[in-house]
Every structure is written in C-alpha cells, then in structure tokens.
C-alpha cells in the first residue's frame, strides 16, 4: 500500500486523485460540491474535471434535482474507463470476476481447481482464468487496472505471499503476487477469501452501514471476517479470524494445523461428513445413505441438509452437535468484538433456516448484554462470487487512495 504521508509528484496529479477519490465516494455530486469538500480553488476544480472528462476518467451523469435554484450537472466516475479482475480459488474450483471501475461486476467466469494440486499448476491455471476474464470481459486488455486475489489458506497481504493453507498442504510460502504480476504488469493484491467475502458483504451485502461487523464463513473450513470501526481487521501477523482453530474439544480430533480438537475438527462441513460416514458404517439408518445413492464416498453436505429437512435423526443430531460448538464459538467472538451483527456465509441455501435460528438463541444465551438486543445474526447474502468481488474491492481501494499521487495516476494517466 501507499503510504498517505507520501508527497504526490505533482500538485494537479495529487488533485486530481483528491477529486476522483470524492466522485467515488460520494457518487453523482456536482463541481460545486467537489469544490466544497476537498477545499480546492474553483477555477482548478473546472479545469481538472474538463480533463478527466476528456481523458474519460468522469462522465456528466444527469442533474441534481433536490433544493431550488439552477439544477448542476453530477459528475461520476466512468465504468468504461477501465476494469479489475477478482480472482477467488479453494480446494475445488476458482471463480474470477471483472469488476469495473465503478465497483460493478460485468463478467464472471469458474472453472474447477487442476486435479494434480502443484504450486506450479494452480499457478498456472490461476493465470489462465484471469487472461480468459480479461477476454469475455468486453474491455480491452490495456483497460485492465490491476488484480485481487483471494487466497483459502493464511497469507502475508502485505508482501503477497500465501504462507499455508490447511486444506492444501503443498501451498506453502507460494509469492503468488509476484508471479502473478510478472505475467500480467499490473498492480495485485492478496488476502484471505473469508476478509474479501466480508468486504463485500459490508459493502454491497447483508452488512452495508455497519462499523462493526463479524462474517462467519462456514464450509470446507472455518474462518472469520473483522470489521472493526468500519475497517477490515488483519492483526498483527495477519493471523486475526482464525475461529475454526480455537480448541473447543479436549482430546479431539487431530486437526491440519497441527493442533487437536479444533473447531474444524468437529463443526466444518469435511467434519461432519466424515461423522456421518462413520455413523453409516457403524450401522445407523437415515436418509443420507439413500440420497447419495448408498455411496459412502458421494456423501455431501447437500444430501445431510436435504436429510435434516425431512427430519432425518441422524441429519439432525449431527448437525445439531457441530452447531452447538460453532455458536458457543461465535459467542465467544461477539463477546470479544461486540459486533453490530454477525453474518454467517453457509455455502447452502437449506442451511440458513438450519443454522441461524439455533445460532441466535446461543449467542442470546451467552453473550453478555447490559442494554438492547444481542447482535442480530444474518444471512450473508452476496452469493459465491463475494470472495472474488471483494479482492477486486482490494485492488479499486489501494488505485483509489485519494492521497496515492503515484498509484493513482496510472489511473488518470493513462490514455486509452
Ligand atoms: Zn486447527
């Protein structure tokens, strides 16, 4: 990231980035505005903007229409001036959007993770999805402004560098930003799916407008997302979110990271299949067994949620035991953050009604309150493409930094 203490190179660049960064935020605003909120003279304000208009940077978007007097002309940004590509991949598959420079998706593409999972070839097929996104995008490549990334594993976002992932265990100290932007010579950034799925969903989601947030993202893992005061929170060695390797049991199960009785080891969605099958073995009926066409290794979360809403007893007890332990661990995050709500992201729609309600009820039990209502657990709602939309989120903030005279102007610069 820039530093916001560095001197821009010009003063009109450093204001142009200043009057970008204010369309941005604000939306349709008019020059008077623009004027008014960042305190720069009038005549430049005009002159600037008659540039950025010209070099398609803004557009003339309508007219205000509240209070009396001459209606003014609104200036927005203009989406057709350039794009990033959000790219997301987890054990299974990988997802990558084009978003443009407004924020909105325009395209979307998957394809499934290579079966043989070397750093080379995830690599490699990360890099073949972002050059087909670049293609079905509609923009031309020079538009291309740069890449998010969002990693399943733990990662170094600042040096861009995927530390570990416990789902993979051969994704180990992989630079992937450096690869990544050799290929491509623009700007990436990387970070873990569970923060750019929060960052979504506290922009476009179930968490707009909140300044405290916490996102539970349930599925091949555990992991949790932090607004704090508006902000992603990382931590120190951006470690901060791991729920699913707090010890809930003891003597449990060993665990990938290499401690035991994690939270993953009896709540993520690989652990309670791998209850089910074993209950199946041990000779327990239900309907599992039937959905998955009697075979142990067809079973998926799909068919033990289709279970439990028939009623299944084997469905409903299992999921009832690993729902227990998630709350008591979600109740000890709200204790921890004293969140304004707490979105949990299921993967599945048959989830929600199986999971929030009990989920309420233990943190209403076990979450200390000495006022008003205990946070209100929601439904994520942004769908599978948040992971990729939020990491394209990551890379429009750091082009947007309204103080980053140098990063910045590559946006304004460039000419198409
Ligand atoms: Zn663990």
């Known amino acids: 990231m820039v530093a916001m203490t560095k001197k821009p190179n010009n003063k009109a660049s450093f204001y142009k980035s200043t009057l970008i960064a204010h369309v941005r935020h604000y939306g349709a605003v008019s020059r008077t505005q623009l004027g008014q909120s960042t305190h720069i003279r009038m005549p430049v304000v005009t002159a600037l903007i008659r540039e950025l208009i010209e070099n398609?940077?803004?557009?003339?978007?309508?007219?205000?229409?509240?209070?009396?007097?001459?209606?003014?002309?609104?200036?927005?940004?203009?989406?057709?001036?350039?794009f990033v590509v959000g790219i997301e991949f987890d054990l299974d598959h990988m997802l990558a959007v084009g978003v443009d420079v407004c924020g909105n998706v325009v395209a979307k593409q998957s394809m499934p993770m290579p079966a043989l999972k070397t750093n080379t070839a995830i690599v490699k097929a990360l890099i073949a999805l972002t050059e087909s996104m670049i293609r079905e995008s509609g923009y031309e490549r020079s538009a291309l402004k740069g890449i998010g990334i969002a990693d399943p594993g733990i990662v170094d976002s600042k040096a861009g560098v995927s530390l570990m992932c416990t789902l993979m265990p051969e994704w180990r100290n992989v630079p992937l930003r450096r690869l990544v932007e050799s290929h491509f010579a623009v700007p990436v950034l990387l970070d873990e799916n569970t923060r750019t799925k929060t960052l979504c969903e506290h922009r476009h989601g179930a968490g707009q407008g909140l300044q405290h947030l916490l996102l539970i993202d349930v599925g091949s893992g555990i992991g949790c997302g932090i607004i704090m005061d508006g902000q992603l929170y990382r931590g120190h060695t951006n470690m901060a979110g791991e729920l699913g390797h707090v010890r809930v049991v003891e003597n449990g199960p060993i665990c990938n990271c290499g401690s035991s009785g994690c939270l993953e080891t009896v709540a993520s969605y690989p652990a309670i299949i791998r209850q089910v099958i074993k209950a199946l073995q041990d000779g327990t009926q239900s309907m599992i067994a039937e959905l998955a066409g009697h075979r142990l290794e067809a079973i998926s979360m799909a068919h033990v949620f289709e279970a439990a809403g028939h009623g299944d007893k084997l469905a409903l007890g299992l999921l009832d035991h690993a729902i227990q332990y998630l709350g008591y661990a979600i109740a000890n995050a709200v204790n921890l953050f004293n969140p304004e709500a707490v979105l949990i992201n299921a993967h599945q729609a048959a989830a929600e009604d199986l999971i929030v309600a009990p989920i309420q009820q233990i943190i209403d039990r076990h979450t200390i309150r000495l006022s008003g209502k205990s946070p209100e657990i929601r439904v994520a709602k942004i769908g599978e493409e948040a992971g990729a939309w939020g990491a394209a989120m990551l890379i429009l903030d750091q082009l947007f930094a309204s103080a980053a005279g140098a990063v910045g102007s590559a946006i304004i610069n460039r000419r198409e």
Do not use: F, P, Y
Not at 56 to 62: A, M, N
């Open 56 to 82: 398609g940077v803004l557009v003339e978007s309508g007219r205000s229409v509240a209070g009396r007097g001459r209606k003014q002309i609104l200036l927005s940004l203009n989406g057709r001036h350039g």
